[in-house]
């Protein structure tokens, strides 16, 4: 009987985690529309009682819708997930974000995810250098987009408009010896800083540029749809924004929210992830086609906490290097 009675608990252990993920649970992102449709689509098939929904726009959007319903005291999602980390910070600093500590990240190298578990990365969105295949010089290092063969041939994107130009700009002045001076040298040499990623990719592909700094999954899938580009991760490193998960404090919903997350950082999140055309964050999960494997690629450091402190200095000084 004692047996028995301990075989059911057991049952109920491992069953109660599972009866717990039902109701609603609602997702605020800037993922892609079609990536947001098939990431609530998937965790709907591991939780079928769960009635997931999602509302989706760029990052600055979603953080004003956000914002506006914090003023009201009506905050509707449950998590959050978005492109960058210093935002999740930010949150993170004004007590918006609810720990989830029993996440299993014993799979990740360390420093990807917050140390408190309070947000999660789920990819690796790096930026590199895009260039038109019609382009007799081949680069292969940052230091090349400021040589003279080039002036007038380089754009990218701005980081007044683009949270991974901004995560990359001051991650480029921090890992470089050059410092902000790198960019100074960009300016003389001709470059532009305009619009976001997808103005970038139109100009180099349309041949109106032949070279510029770009997140990697853009030109890659462009290139095996035929578009006559190429991405290079320079000898230097590259920089990376995460696609953080976070769950809010104010989750109606926190056991679902929970399992959305685990479900992001489980080997079947991180294969829909690849699946989708990122590199995942997970270090033993394959990239999809057109990356070079995961240990070829290398990371620049980068402190969000750091640079959320510092977030006005910065643009203060692309301002002054890019618009005066």
């Given amino acids: 009987?004692?047996?028995?009675?301990?075989?059911?608990?057991?049952?109920?252990?491992?069953?109660?985690?599972?009866?717990?993920?039902?109701?609603?649970?609602?997702?605020?992102?800037?993922?892609?529309?079609?990536?947001?449709?098939?990431?609530?689509?998937?965790?709907?098939?591991?939780?079928?009682?769960?009635?997931?929904?999602?509302?989706?726009?760029?990052?600055?959007?979603?953080?004003?819708?956000?914002?506006?319903?914090?003023?009201?005291?009506?905050?509707?999602?449950?998590?959050?997930?978005?492109?960058?980390?210093?935002?999740?910070?930010?949150?993170?600093?004004?007590?918006?974000?609810?720990?989830?500590?029993?996440?299993?990240?014993?799979?990740?190298?360390?420093?990807?995810?917050?140390?408190?578990?309070?947000?999660?990365?789920?990819k690796l969105i790096t930026t590199g250098i895009v260039y038109n295949t019609r382009a007799t010089f081949k680069p292969s290092s940052w230091l090349d987009l400021a040589k003279p063969e080039l002036k007038g041939l380089v754009t990218m994107p701005s980081p007044l408009n683009s949270g991974a130009a901004m995560i990359?700009?001051?991650?480029?002045?921090?890992?470089?010896?050059?410092?902000?001076?790198?960019?100074?040298?960009?300016?003389?040499?001709g470059a532009i800083a305009a619009g976001g990623n997808g103005d970038v990719l139109k100009q180099v592909a349309g041949g109106e540029k032949l070279y510029g700094m770009i997140v990697d999954f853009m030109p890659i899938r462009e290139k095996a749809k035929g578009a006559p580009v190429a991405f290079v991760f320079p000898a230097e490193g590259v920089s990376a924004v995460?696609?953080?998960?976070?769950?809010?404090?104010?989750?109606?919903?926190?056991?679902?929210?929970?399992?959305?997350?685990?479900?992001?950082?489980?080997?079947?999140?991180?294969?829909?992830?690849?699946?989708?055309?990122?590199?995942?964050a997970h270090p033993r999960v394959a990239p999809p086609p057109g990356f070079p494997p995961r240990a070829e690629i290398k990371l620049m450091g980068f402190d969000p906490a750091k640079a959320l402190i510092e977030d006005a200095a910065n643009r203060k000084r692309f301002v002054e290097v890019f618009e005066r």
Avoid: C
């Fill in 1 to 122: 009987m004692t047996r028995l009675i301990g075989a059911v608990l057991a049952a109920f252990a491992v069953a109660a985690p599972s009866a717990a993920q039902e109701g609603r649970l609602v997702l605020y992102t800037s993922q892609p529309q079609t990536d947001a449709q098939q990431t609530i689509d998937a965790f709907k098939a591991r939780y079928p009682k769960v009635e997931a929904t999602f509302v989706r726009d760029g990052t600055p959007r979603v953080m004003a819708k956000l914002r506006a319903e914090f003023e009201a005291g009506r905050p509707q999602p449950d998590v959050l997930l978005i492109a960058d980390s210093v935002t999740m910070e930010g949150l993170k600093k004004e007590g918006r974000l609810l720990a989830h500590d029993k996440a299993d990240v014993s799979a990740y190298p360390a420093g990807l995810h917050d140390k408190d578990k309070t947000w999660f990365a789920t």
């Fill in 242 to 280: 995460t696609e953080p998960v976070a769950i809010l404090a104010s989750a109606r919903n926190p056991a679902a929210a929970k399992a959305f997350v685990d479900f992001l950082l489980s080997r079947e999140g991180q294969e829909l992830a690849a699946k989708q055309g990122y590199m995942p």
């Fill in 168 to 189: 990359h700009a001051v991650t480029l002045s921090a890992n470089l010896q050059q410092g902000w001076g790198y960019y100074e040298a960009l300016k003389r040499n």
